[in-house]
């Protein structure tokens, strides 16, 4: 008893005689930081588990489309039929559609609200949509037609004669359309010269149903620039008629490669598909000589697509392209292809020529380590666009060459599963497509061919500035509000750091890994929203990670993690550490003793719910001489100069 009470009194002296070196008091407590912050309890809808609950449902939209693109004019006509079923527990008396085109006028709310000095989401304004021969009816015997529509800018609400029943009712909503292709589609579509003819990247060219959800109902959020898409599944079925002299790449399967290729080149396309390397479809030196690369030499050709179970379709068209392709070997022994439609000006290894390679190994990446790639094709086109994603087909820069190229065409592909896949509301919560894409982006780029290109990512520490900007805003911030100066990274990279933290410094990698393929798994082709991925991920790991969520997702305050000294006694040491941030961390120090030999001793985060101060007894009969928080340099700490003991900045 006298050894235990002497012991005693030597801690009580240790903790007496240094400064700072003492027990946080009760009244110091972060507890409000650790409880929860929203309502997160589980419905029918929407389990407390993070799944999809037993009365979960979502609506459905099944798509005929036609379209015919005027050379001459650079105009798009077109028809559509849109199969509308609703598996909601209420009847609907009219549906909501988005017309973006119409984002392209001198009065739309995009246009007012883009400043004076103009952004990336700058648009033509000579364009919008011209609608004729609209109907609707519920397809069920002697129903009638309604023409009854109204357009609010880029809405559309088709009202009908009778509503559509709940749980399983449906309607056809059909319509014609046309517009002016822009030739500045906001950095999304548009139509680009070039040396051999002009490239058309189509993309939101067609009027499109509304997501109608258990959370929002209708979700008519108009479309302004730098928030995109929320859309339902479905499958699509579409016809592009397009010059002779012309090649179409689009999402989904070419149906009828017979009666618009050459025997040439459908002898071609199927070697690329047995092929892990590139072929030619359409081959540089034939641009200029149509009648050897096209089947017909006048008139038009008609190019016919499907994609089922799919959120959207887009497609590119020009007599310019060069096409390409290889085959995608995906984890069930299934096969893909991966395919590149660019000009000459992007032709060369060093450009291009590589876009086949890195769309492959891309896919085969995702695949292999997340989820199944779903479609048949992956496209990469080349076009005056610096990066933006569609089912099975992107738009990136012409001008795009290797590192770069390899990013954007990464990245883009990565959008297959974060939102096409995972069928996110970008249009609301940027950071659950954006920033989920650039984290797996950044395991894909150190994959690729061992690294060639490698990821920055995980440098953290680059990005302090901006963690330090009193400017900056929260990743929740809604994206058609954020600062443009700001978006890159709360739609990027902050969230992408968070996951990042998450699984290399918080969880670690088998629990995250094993969480976060369950969420995409639990919500492949459904909607989540943000407390979903929160509670899935809490369930699932096993960890309670309000804290986490609350300050990083949900905050603007920042980490700085703290040794303030270390002091020894009776041959141990107290490491005296402090929470200087608003992000609280588990604490990972790395200790070196006098032999250079080292350990390294993790904390939990709950020291922190006591407080900002903590005293760590690290038992050793070796001398300290350096301590170092967060080692690997995982964390975005804003202060590198108080991390390591003696207080130094730490290389």
């Given at each position: ?11 009580v002296?240790?903790?007496?005689c240094?400064?700072?070196l003492?027990?946080?008091?009760p ?13 997160r ?14 009365a ?10 036609e ?18 079923i ?10 909501w ?9 001198p009065d739309s ?19 919008g949509?011209t ?11 002697n129903?009638?037609?309604s023409?009854?529509?109204r ?16 749980k ?23 139509r ?28 008519i959020e108009?479309y ?12 699509f ?11 179409v790449?689009g999402?989904g ?25 590139t ?8 641009l ?12 038009t050709?008609t ?12 497609f ?7 096409w ?5 070997d ?11 439609a ?28 997340w ?23 992107n ?5 795009s ?16 599963w974060f ?39 995980n440098?953290?520490r ?41 699984r ?66 009776g ?5 005296m550490?402090?929470?200087?941030g ?29 407080g ?8 050793t ?15 975005p ?15």
């Amino acid at each position: 008893m006298r050894k235990l009470v002497a012991a005693m009194w030597l801690v009580v002296c240790v903790l007496t005689c240094h400064s700072g070196l003492y027990a946080q008091s009760p009244s110091e407590t972060n507890q409000e930081l650790f409880n929860e912050f929203t309502y997160r309890q589980g419905s029918i809808h929407r389990t407390a588990s993070g799944k999809p609950g037993p009365a979960y449902w979502q609506n459905g939209a099944n798509y005929v489309l036609e379209a015919e693109i005027d050379e001459n004019s650079h105009v798009l006509k077109g028809k559509v039929a849109i199969t509308y079923i609703n598996n909601s527990p209420e009847e609907l008396p009219f549906v909501w559609l988005h017309l973006e085109q119409n984002r392209f006028t001198p009065d739309s709310r995009g246009t007012l609200t883009t400043p004076i000095q103009g952004n990336r989401y700058n648009g033509d304004m000579d364009g919008g949509y011209t609608i004729q021969n609209v109907t609707a009816q519920v397809s069920k015997r002697n129903s009638r037609v309604s023409n009854t529509y109204r357009i609010t800018d880029t809405r559309m609400q088709v009202v009908l004669d009778e509503p559509i029943p709940a749980k399983g009712g449906q309607a056809v909503i059909s319509m014609d359309f046309e517009f002016k292709i822009p030739q500045k589609g906001m950095d999304r579509m548009g139509r680009l010269s070039v040396k051999d003819g002009t490239i058309y990247a189509l993309a939101q060219w067609y009027p499109k149903v509304a997501v109608f959800d258990d959370v929002e109902g209708w979700n008519i959020e108009p479309y302004l620039g730098a928030g995109e898409f929320y859309l339902g599944y479905g499958d699509f079925e579409y016809k592009v008629t397009v010059p002779y002299d012309h090649i179409v790449v689009g999402s989904g399967e070419l149906l009828n490669p017979k009666e618009v290729l050459t025997k040439e080149q459908q002898d071609r396309l199927s070697l690329a598909a047995r092929s892990d390397t590139t072929v030619y479809i359409v081959r540089p030196d034939e641009l200029k000589n149509p009648q050897i690369s096209r089947p017909k030499q006048e008139g038009t050709l008609t190019w016919h697509f499907r994609i089922e179970n799919a959120r959207d379709v887009a497609f590119a068209s020009s007599k310019a392209f060069i096409w390409d392709a290889a085959k995608i070997d995906l984890p069930s022994g299934k096969k893909a292809m991966a395919q590149s439609a660019y000009p000459i000006e992007s032709d060369g290894q060093e450009a291009w020529g590589r876009s086949t390679e890195y769309s492959k190994a891309s896919i085969e990446h995702y695949s292999a380590r997340w989820y199944e790639y779903p479609y048949p094709v992956a496209v990469n086109v080349a076009a005056d666009i610096n990066g933006m994603e569609y089912p099975g087909l992107n738009f990136c820069s012409y001008k795009s060459k290797g590192e770069s190229l390899w990013g954007v065409t990464d990245h883009e592909f990565g959008h297959n599963w974060f939102p096409m896949i995972v069928g996110t509301n970008e249009r609301r919560y940027a950071w659950m497509d954006e920033g989920f894409n650039t984290f797996i982006n950044h395991y894909s780029s150190l994959e690729f061919n061992d690294g060639e290109y490698g990821s920055n990512l995980n440098q953290t520490r680059r990005y302090l500035n901006w963690f330090s900007n009193p400017a900056r805003e929260g990743i929740d911030t809604y994206p058609d509000v954020a600062n443009t100066s700001n978006l890159g990274m709360i739609a990027y990279m902050k969230p992408a750091i968070g996951l990042l933290m998450l699984r290399e410094y918080i969880l670690e990698p088998e629990r995250f890994d094993y969480a976060f393929k369950a969420y995409m798994e639990a919500w492949a082709y459904k909607h989540p929203q943000p407390n979903d991925f929160f509670n899935l991920m809490e369930n699932v790991a096993g960890e309670n990670l309000s804290w986490f969520w609350k300050s990083w997702f949900y905050g603007t305050d920042n980490i700085d993690l703290a040794v303030e000294n270390v002091v020894s006694y009776g041959g141990n040491f107290v490491v005296m550490l402090a929470n200087k941030g608003g992000v609280p961390m588990p604490v990972w120090m790395e200790i070196t003793y006098s032999d250079d030999s080292t350990e390294r001793v993790k904390l939990p985060v709950e020291i922190w719910q006591r407080g900002d101060e903590w005293n760590y007894l690290h038992r050793t009969d070796k001398q300290v001489t350096k301590v170092v928080l967060d080692p690997d340099k995982i964390l975005p700490d804003i202060n590198l100069g108080n991390d390591s003991w003696p207080n130094r900045i730490y290389e």
